[in-house]
Nanobody, 123 residues
Framework: QVQLVETGGGLVQAGGSLRLSCAAS????????MGWFRQAPGKEREFVST????????YYADSVKGRFTISRDNARNTVYLQMNSLKPEDTAVYYC????????????????WGQGTQVTVSS
């Protein structure tokens, strides 16, 4: 079955950096767009970033543009999220997800999800 496993979360001070990884198995990775979403306590899950199948098309939420970078390695079936200049408002559980198509900014376009990794940014 499809498995997406996120790693790399943790506690970091404001202004610091973290790199999240998401290893995929059970699917043909290069056939899927890969996205990152996050969910803070008491809030809805929100779009962070997405990469097309070949990495040639990338989108970011306005809140992370210029600070976060998504990348993927199709040979390693892995997608990454480099997070720089972290802010306390970035604190959330971060999820990676795989989509075969559709509107990639929407959670409903992603049938496959990881279990999430906690990112906590202290002020």
């Amino acid at each position: 079955q499809v498995q997406l496993v996120e790693t790399g979360g943790g506690l970091v001070q404001a202004g610091g950096s973290l790199r999240l990884s998401c290893a995929a198995s059970g699917l043909t990775f290069s056939n899927y767009a890969m996205g990152w979403f996050r969910q803070a306590p008491g809030k809805e899950r929100e779009f962070v970033s997405t990469s097309s199948r070949d990495g040639g098309t990338i989108y970011y939420a306005d809140s992370v543009k210029g600070r976060f970078t998504i990348s993927r390695d199709n040979a390693r079936n892995t997608v990454y999220l480099q997070m720089n200049s972290l802010k306390p408002e970035d604190t959330a559980v971060y999820y990676c997800a795989a989509a075969g198509g559709g509107r990639l900014g929407l959670t409903k376009s992603y049938p496959y999800w990881g279990q999430g990794t906690q990112v906590t940014v202290s002020s």
